[in-house]
């Protein structure tokens, strides 16, 4: 056995030079919010130390990200950069469907109200009528 002392670096501030997140304090937030887990498990404080090869799973925006560390980084440098001190094992994204009645113009048009009224069943919308 060798005993070289194995790299780490803080978990809040690899989140801040891997570019998830604007600032450490965001990054200190979401861990300390518990939201962050360190190989599968829960991980509550910022200072917690981390190294290559562990793998983080966090929320991110409306998605979870699954990533494995490839590097530690010695500085918050560009995304090109940033990119390669981690491998994504995300899943892929659920494609959620859009409601198929609104398309985001605003309030429908009498004449919409018209078509979707045409839809209904006839004895009312709620059936107790």
């Known amino acids: 056995m060798t005993d ?3 790299e780490t670096i803080r978990l809040d501030k690899w989140l801040w030079h891997a570019r998830f997140f604007k600032s450490r304090t965001l990054a200190a937030g979401v861990v300390s919010a518990g939201k962050v ?12 130390t981390i190294g290559i090869g562990t793998v983080l799973t966090f929320p991110k925006e409306d998605d979870v990200k699954v990533v494995k560390i490839l590097a530690l980084g010695t500085r918050r440098g560009p ?17 959620r469907s859009r409601n ?26 709620s059936g107790l009528e």
């Open 4 to 6: 070289t002392p194995r």
């Open 37 to 48: 887990r360190v190989d599968g498990q829960p991980v509550s404080k910022p200072g917690r």
């Open 79 to 95: 995304a090109p950069e940033a990119r390669e001190l981690y491998e994504d094992r995300s899943p892929e994204p659920v494609q």
């Open 100 to 125: 198929p009645r609104f398309e985001g113009k605003g309030r429908p048009t009498k004449k919409d109200r018209r078509d979707m009224e045409s839809h209904l069943p006839p004895d009312g919308p």
